[in-house]
Every structure is written in C-alpha cells, then in structure tokens.
C-alpha cells in the first residue's frame, strides 16, 4: 500500500544492506527524516555513510531492504528518476564550475537539473523567455539565500573556501529538493567559515527545502545545526537522538576515540 505523501516521514528506509562480495558495508539500516528535520549521519571513516547515500539516492540497489520517499517505495528507481521527485544529493567531489560565475554555476544548476523542457528549447518564443526569465529569477534568489549576492558576478575560482562550499549547496538547490543530502558539505571549513556556513544550512529548512540529511565529519557544525544523529560503526547502527545524547554517549565516544569513554 501506498501511504499519503503529506502524511509521515518524508524519507524512511529499512533493513538497509550493502554487501560487496564477501564485505557487508552497511547492514540493516533504519532511517528517517521528517519534515522541518535536519537530521546527521555519522560515524567514523568507513563507516557506511556513503554506501547509504548511495542507496537512498538510486546509486547502489540495496542486497536487502526498502527506500520510501514521501510514501513511495524509490528501492529500484534510477537516480534521475529520484532527483525529479524531490531527492536532491551533493557529492564529496564539487559540482562547481570554476570558470564560471556564481550566478552562472547557479542557472547551470537549474538546467542541468532539467528544469526547462526540450520543447522549449526546440520551439524557441515565449514561452522560452518567460522559463529563461524565471530560472534567471530563481538563481539569484537562490544565490541570496545562500549569502552570495555580493559576490554573483565574480568567478568561481575567486571564492574562498567558505563561499565555494556555499555555492555548491547553491547548485544542488537550483534543482528545487524537498529533501537535500548532502555529503561532507563543510569539508576544509575552518571554525569560522563552518559557522558560517551551519547557520545559513539551518535557514533553508522549511523555505528553500522541506528537510536535509548531512553527512559530516566536522562535529561542531553537526552538533549546532542536526535535530536528530544517526550515527554508524562498521556498516550498522550504533545510536540515534538528539546531539546532546548523542555527544554523552559512551559507544559514540568509543566509536571514535577506539577506547572506552571516562
Ligand atoms: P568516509 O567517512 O571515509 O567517507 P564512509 O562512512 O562514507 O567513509 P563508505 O565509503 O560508505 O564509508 O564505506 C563503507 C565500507 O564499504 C568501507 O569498508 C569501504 O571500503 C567499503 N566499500 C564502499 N564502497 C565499496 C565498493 N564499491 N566495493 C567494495 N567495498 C566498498
């Protein structure tokens, strides 16, 4: 049975497993992310992260287990097909375009994610100029709420660290998410920066995005910005709550430190 899509979580899997060969990457996962969350996975480095972003997004087909989005089950839905549903992720490596400007690398975004329909482009007149205005409307609405209005117009190879991490949550929203993953977003972040960068992600939900899921290793941004940590070890499930509980978990501290919390 199909549920409501206005009704429960927007994203929940079950029993997620991964098994390459003899190596079980990721076993019987649960995950849910509701509305107006912003909800962390973590863990330490192979821990299964991005074998699970890699699940819930169509990249890998789970051994075991079940992918919903908004009560559909997306389980064996090819990436694209999930990306037009609302499930928009980012990747470890950039998605931005260094030639380009802000501004540009934002409408690029917007076309790339397939947002304008080949009838359009084909039987070029009105009905082009007025998606051509409304994309050019959305990227720098999109560049506002990031806080790069200052810097529209200038190259992406100009950007700080800081900026070009925020200009790559920028192009992942030119595809119009409900729910947005994104995968070590704060990478090379300094405190500041990740500071930053943690309070405009929080502004996004329930304007620009229903709910986003981050997979993050810097503990400060995760802990300031997640309602809710899933965290894993060696492919499962080690803890789940809020990041105070989390941060005064013992396994979590062991889990990382490799010793038994004081
Ligand atoms: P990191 O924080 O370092 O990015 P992670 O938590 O994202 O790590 P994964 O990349 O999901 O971890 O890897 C989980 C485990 O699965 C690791 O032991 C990894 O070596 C293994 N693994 C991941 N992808 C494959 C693959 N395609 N083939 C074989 N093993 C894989």
Redesign the pocket.
């Given at each position: 049975m199909t549920a409501s899509p206005l009704a429960g979580p927007l994203l929940r899997a079950e029993n997620l497993t991964?098994r390459?060969?003899g190596?079980?990457?990721?076993k019987q996962v649960a995950l849910t992310v509701n509305p107006g969350e912003i909800v962390g996975l973590i863990?330490?480095?192979?821990?299964?992260?991005?074998?699970?972003?890699?699940m819930l997004t169509g990249f890998?087909t789970p051994t075991e287990g079940r992918v919903f989005f908004r009560g559909t089950d997306i389980t064996s839905h090819k990436p694209h097909a999930i990306a037009r549903l609302g499930l928009i992720r980012s990747f470890?490596k950039t998605n931005v375009m260094k030639r380009l400007t802000v501004f540009e690398n934002v409408l690029t975004g917007h076309y790339m994610a397939g947002r304008q329909s080949l009838l359009a482009t084909f039987f070029p007149g009105a009905t082009v100029r007025r998606a051509e205005r409304e994309a050019r409307e959305s990227a720098s609405a999109i560049v506002e709420t990031m806080g790069l209005s200052r810097r529209m117009n200038a190259p992406a190879s100009l950007l700080s660290c800081g900026e070009l991490r925020l200009l790559e949550v920028a192009v992942a929203l030119a595809a119009k998410p409900t729910l947005l993953m994104l995968?070590?977003p704060a990478a090379g972040l300094n405190s500041h920066e990740a500071g930053v960068f943690g309070e405009t992600l929080k502004t996004l939900v329930g304007t620009a995005v229903q709910s986003l899921l981050i997979?993050e290793?810097n503990m400060e941004l995760v802990m300031g910005v997640c309602d809710r940590i899933v965290v894993?070890n060696?492919?499962q499930m080690l803890a789940e709550g809020e990041p105070r509980a989390i941060l005064s978990n013992p396994k979590v501290a062991e889990a990382y430190l490799g010793k038994a919390a004081a």
């Open positions: 991964m390459f060969g190596i079980t990457a990721v863990g330490p480095n192979g821990a299964g992260k991005t074998t699970c972003f890699n890998y470890q995968d070590e997979v290793h894993l060696f492919g």
